[in-house]
């Protein structure tokens, strides 16, 4: 019997596990009911502090992410060197693996994540609907304030961004293309095109997109130029630098720019009639266990520190209005827009699948 429960009396009922964790937080937290109510905190004077008071008293963080393991690994040192009081780890997970992950331990009541960095926006709509998600609530959100083009839901921080680009080899290709069709009036490079499988639904959604930019009569004009196909842009973009092809119109700077910048025969545009972005969201579940220590690091991925660590070294480009990065991609953001991927029906995925087969097989 509890000691301090008097003689004869009933016994208290116990409480359930979760109810006993948000009533620890709530002592932890002066006036912070459930984790999801931490960010009403932020509103008053003192309630980002608390925040990271008690961020520091949960002691740790754990970040999932579908990122490189050399960019996690900058990304949590900063964090680090700023926060030594946190302990804080990331785990790289790839595909669906990180969806599924995450999936697993909700369903279980056993969360081990605390904020997520990826991309896949049908899984994110389904937990903007349930509520799952934290929005941020530190002082770089004034940051962010007019990128609703960019950001149009406040729990999802689009805190990578990356243009689809135009590649080609500068050796092989001696006139600029400025569009998508530039290169097609070129037949010497016929056997010189590259294009991307169509192994997911990124790829179905960026030939869509592609199409309805360069004209419906596109892809059919590249199979005139014999395209050969690649798995993934890795190989793709060594064989442009290779000179084995001379351009392809599916790319991205990241994976350019560190082999130009050693001297490679590789450049990228933005095609003149625009183009779309490939955003990584970071996000913060209000069942992770240091819900606390997941809103200060995403914080921390908003701020101009945290920005310049993802998109700085011509990674990609912050569409937070208040942040300027020296080193970020230098894109005219008026021929960018985003594509909300909760739009297309799986099926675009084998309506495209079966038209590269039918053009380039």
């Known amino acids: 019997m509890n000691s301090h429960q008097p003689a ?47 961020a520091k008293k949960e002691g740790e963080v754990l970040m999932y992410s579908t990122r490189a393991e050399a960019d996690n690994n900058r990304m949590m040192a900063g964090f680090a060197k700023k926060y030594p009081d946190i302990k804080v780890r990331s785990i790289r997970l790839i595909g669906n693996r990180i ?9 279980a009541g056993v969360p081990t994540g605390d904020l997520l960095l990826f991309a896949d926006q049908h899984w994110m709509a389904d937990k903007l609907k349930t509520g799952a998600l934290m929005a941020p609530c530190g002082p770089s959100t004034s940051l962010w304030q007019k990128a609703e083009k960019f950001y149009p839901d406040k729990e999802l921080v689009p805190v990578g961004n990356e ?13 600029k293309p ?50 050969r196909i690649y798995p ?14 001379a351009w392809s119109p599916y790319s991205l700077p990241s994976s350019i720019e560190p082999l130009r910048a050693k001297g490679a025969p590789i450049e990228w545009i933005v095609p003149s009639g625009g183009t779309f972005m490939l955003q ?10 240091h819900p606390a220590a997941a809103l200060l690091l995403l914080e921390y991925s908003m701020s101009p520190e945290g920005q310049d660590i993802i998109n700085g070294n011509k990674q990609g ?25 909760t ?9 495209w699948t079966q038209k590269y087969n039918k053009l380039y097989r």
Do not use: H
């Open 8 to 54: 004869g009396s009933a016994p208290a009922p116990l409480l359930s596990k979760s109810m006993a964790c948000l009533f620890g937080l709530a002592l932890l937290i002066p006036g912070a009911l459930l984790a999801a109510d931490m960010a009403a905190l932020c509103k008053g004077g003192a309630g980002w502090n608390q925040i990271v008071e008690q």
């Open 280 to 289: 990584r969201f970071a996000l913060a579940l209000k069942a992770a266990p």
């Open 343 to 351: 739009k297309y029906e799986t099926s675009i995925l084998n309506t």
């Open 99 to 107: 969806i599924e992950r995450i999936d697993q331990e909700l369903k």
């Open 178 to 227: 400025k569009d998508w069709n530039d290169l097609l009036a070129d037949k010497s490079l016929v056997g010189k095109v590259g294009l991307n499988e169509v192994n997911g639904l990124t790829v179905a959604i960026w030939s869509d997109y592609v199409e309805k930019r360069a004209g419906a009569g596109y892809f059919d004009r590249l199979a005139e130029f014999k395209p």
């Open 317 to 341: 480009l912050t569409v937070a209005p208040g942040i300027k990065l020296d080193t970020e991609l230098k894109v005219d953001l008026s021929k960018v827009s985003v594509v909300d991927q």
């Open 163 to 175: 243009p689809w680009v135009l590649a080609y080899n500068t050796n092989l290709v001696k006139s």
């Open 232 to 245: 993934n842009s890795a190989p793709l973009t060594q064989s442009i630098i290779a000179g084995e092809i």
